[in-house]
């Protein structure tokens, strides 16, 4: 049994977005405080008396409960809003006129999808599209959110503000979209998850288990998209794929002190075969139809990565082939070069990488100081006193004054 | 940023006969080709590839068979670059797989449609 200390941020993080869904829909961007206000009340209310009195029988039960009943009163209380949510209420229970709050879980899946959809709308910025989705649809802190996205909370108040204004301004929905749209948006959809899932994976933040949480989040959030039939489509099953195969690697990239662990070096037992098999089921699930997404390309990177056979890094190659004609990235640019240098040599990557034009990108003077290491050593140390100069992460500080020392000790 | 297609053209010879190995490398080049433009941003159309099936239309609907019964070379293809200059883009084309097979690259300017 978890002691309460445990127990309330376990069931905040599970409970506070289930529950902030379904009101939300119900009260709609315009009141969308005030939905997260009665959450917020009842997760107080729940630490208090569960602290004195201990835990109840069925603490998600009794959340519901008092989540239920502090949202009718203030629905009862504001007769202008009552109007307005009563009529859609009523047509649900014409008999009884009683407001009732359904948290199924079927409805609760269904207001999150819902929610996703409203929140992943290409009318605000994308990192704002990132917070909302952090903040509603995965119950995290503000204080979290500002620590993935190496800020302080005053910034993520304000861009969150911001966000939910717009939303309201431009009177957005929250619900599904149409059959029509359906595929269009949830293109936007899984930018987002994306850029979700990479914000924990490649975040500069020190804070490990935040980070691994928001790229299990962006999981969650994907899973979800694949349990409803609208939105099963092949390029969401190659998301989850790439989710999988990624964070089939998370223990073995993290190095003692937080510094990233080069693919070559990591220990291939911390690999963890489970989630690689995971997203080899999904990788299979995404292969039907013609489209091919960058999230297939990358997910079969992925795949490749994971695999030990002899000719994978032209297999690798040629997919960052595609994936850049499909869409330039500089990171995607940068490990193609890396690629290269395992199937032409070091010498002949060189020559391409000075052609890519990203001087003065941390990961490009990084690079080049792997691919000088043992070619030219003087070129390899000036690359990575460059790099050092660009990046302020200490762990990555750390490891490429070692990298120096090294060469500098031949 | 200006833009040039890159224009293939290939004479048909119907002797050359590669085998499959010899044409996956000539696959494998060309992916590269194109990859490589790409890691530089500088591809802005992977444009399209063109088949020997065909027929040229003319006046007074006249039809023959086949986009090369005239001319002895064939476009079998373009792709679009995004470079400054007509030099970059040139240097581009030197990379192309075409020579080994006898073809040539055409180069050419695209005319902005915003000016």
Redesign the interface.
């Known amino acids: 049994m978890k002691s309460e200390k445990e127990l309330i941020p376990h069931l905040f993080r599970s409970e506070y977005s289930k529950i902030t869904a379904v009101l939300g829909r119900l009260f709609g961007f315009e009141h969308i405080e005030i939905a997260e206000d009665i959450v917020s009340d009842t997760f107080m209310m729940a630490a208090e008396t569960w602290g004195q009195k201990g835990l109840p029988d069925n603490p998600v039960a009794w959340l519901y409960a008092v989540a239920k009943n502090k949202a009718k009163d203030y629905l009862k209380r504001n007769q202008l809003f009552s109007d307005k949510i009563a009529a859609a209420v009523a047509y649900n229970s014409p008999e009884t006129y009683e407001i009732e709050i359904d948290l199924s879980g079927k409805n609760i899946t269904d207001s999150q999808l819902q929610m996703m959809f409203a929140i992943c709308n290409p009318i605000i910025p994308a990192e704002a599209q990132i917070g909302l989705s952090l903040r509603i649809l995965c119950g995290f802190g503000i204080e979290e959110i500002a620590d993935a996205f190496l800020t302080n909370k005053e910034t993520i108040n304000k861009r969150l503000f911001r966000a939910k204004e717009k939303l309201r301004a431009e009177q957005v929905k929250i619900e599904f979209p149409d059959k029509e749209e359906v595929a269009s948006r949830l293109n936007t959809v899984l930018t987002t998850l994306y850029l979700l899932f990479n914000e924990g994976y490649y975040s500069l933040s020190q804070n490990a288990s935040l980070r691994k949480d928001l790229c299990l989040e962006a999981m969650r959030l994907t899973y979800l998209l694949i349990g409803n039939e609208a939105t099963n489509q092949p390029a969401a099953n190659a998301l989850l794929a790439l989710m999988c195969f990624h964070s089939s690697r998370f223990e073995a990239r993290l190095g003692q002190h937080g510094e990233s662990v080069l693919y070559e070096e990591q220990d291939t037992s911390l690999w963890d075969d489970e989630l690689i098999a995971r997203g080899q089921h999904y990788l299979n699930k995404a292969s039907v139809g013609n489209a091919i997404s960058k999230y297939h390309v990358e997910a079969a990177i992925a795949y490749w990565h994971t695999t030990r056979t002899a000719d994978k890094w032209e297999h690798i190659?040629?997919l960052?082939?595609?994936l850049?004609?499909l869409e330039?990235s500089p990171i995607?640019?940068l490990n193609?070069?890396y690629a290269l240098s395992k199937t032409i040599g070091k010498e002949a990557a060189i020559i391409?990488a000075g052609?890519?034009?990203l001087n003065g990108n941390y990961l490009y003077h990084c690079l080049m100081g792997y691919l000088y290491s043992g070619i030219e050593n003087t070129c390899a140390i000036a690359n990575f006193e460059t790099a050092l100069k660009l990046t302020k992460a200490k762990a990555d500080k750390a490891q490429i004054r070692q990298y120096i020392s090294d060469l500098k000790n031949g | 940023m200006n833009e040039f297609s890159l224009i293939f053209r290939n004479e048909q010879n119907p002797d050359v006969q590669f085998s499959p190995e010899q044409m996956q490398e000539i696959l494998?080049q060309w992916?590269?080709w194109?990859?490589?433009m790409?890691?530089?941003?500088k591809?802005a159309n992977?444009g399209n590839r063109l088949a020997f099936e065909g027929a040229v239309v003319r006046k007074n609907n006249v039809v023959t068979d086949g986009p090369y019964a005239e001319i002895k070379e064939m476009i079998s293809g373009y792709i679009v670059v995004q470079t400054e200059t007509l030099a970059e883009a040139i240097e581009l084309a030197k990379g192309c797989p075409i020579y080994n097979a006898g073809g040539c690259v055409e180069v050419r300017s695209i005319i902005p449609m915003s000016m």
């Open positions: 190659l040629q960052y082939n595609t850049l004609i330039y995607a640019a193609r070069t391409e052609k890519l034009g | 494998k992916h590269d194109m990859g490589g790409a890691a530089q941003n591809m992977p």
